[in-house]
């Protein structure tokens, strides 16, 4: 085994360049997630000072010392190895659909941010512009979109993955009332929540392909803007066990009807071209406009699934 | 009822559907063969984009559709 790696056993180099050596051929993103994770590195040095040691060998002692150790170095070289491609792995494949930037930027949300949030999803109505943002680098070149911090009218995912959890949460403290509550429901609630969430977003995507709508709607975007019904069917899931059911039946239309206001008012920018544009970009334009109406009124729908609570627990 | 699983069944569904129809039998005789006459060097109507899905879903998800069938028909069999 000692062939894995011939530079251990020469005359000692500095402890640093000697671990880099120790690890499979380093390319520069392996070299970057060392410097990110510090405790993959291994350093000898320390073992070194840990195990007693005779006066006197210290310049020979560092070749026998390190053949003694060599079950414990090989197994420090395959676990960094092995959580090296590990990472890589996961960079490669979750990498490849969303970048951890992109994923950041929806994140960076602010406490203002979300209360104005809030209330422009309760109260669609009363927001009078609806344009986003676009961020601009020093030289005032377009490079994107303002983040959710500084823009009220982007689209973040705090706020739906927040409301995904809390409408779980409150569904299984529902049933809970009910006195038949199983721990199962929570898992029922969550997958159906979830299932719901997927299928939009794959509607939306499909049509999206079959309209040529393809960079201005991102599919983080998408997610995003159904994310937010969560909110919604909060709202309506807790009139539900007490309130009246005239009281609830409105607030379910109220509420879906906000929902929908909300869709087409912040996907209209993304999906229907300006009608100055260019001709050649306005042929599907007559059926955009009935793809977003489609998808705002399907909100009706969703909600009216997720605020039935008694399907899952018989 | 509308949960994860459901999905997945409604989805493997749907490609197979997709997959089992026949290029020269069907496809071609209500004209949405991949080389209809109609449509060449048409790719942006919303028909020839259908048409494209369509064949892009019969050759590249033939092989693992049978995979995936045969692991969920085992699946429900042992669990179903």
Redesign the interface.
Known sequence: MAHYNPQMAGSAPPPNQQMRGAFSPIDSQQQQQQQQFPYNTYNPNQQQFQQPQPPGAQPFMFVPQLQGNHAAQLGMQFAGSAMNAMQENVQQNVGRYVSMSQLKHYFDVSNMYVLSKLKMLVFPWLQRNWHRHAERDATGQVVGFKAPRDDTNSPDLYIPVMALVTYVIVIGLIVGRLGVFRPEDLG?TA??A???L??EV?LVKMFC????VGAELLLLDILACSGYKFVSTIFVVLLKPWAPWWLTWSAFFYFGFALAFYMIRSLRHAVIPEPSSVTGIN??RK?RIHFLFVIAMMQFFYIW?LI?YK??SK | ???????LYV?ILLLNAVAILNEERFLARIGWARNSAELYGDT???KA??IN?ISAVRTLMRIPLIAVNIVVIAYALVLG
Do not use: P
């Open positions: 029922y997958s159906s979830l299932g719901i997927v299928f794959l392909y079959l309209l040529n042929i599907h059926r699934i039935q399907t899952s | 009822m509308f949960g994860f699983g459901t999905l989805i942006e109507s919303v984009k259908l899905l």
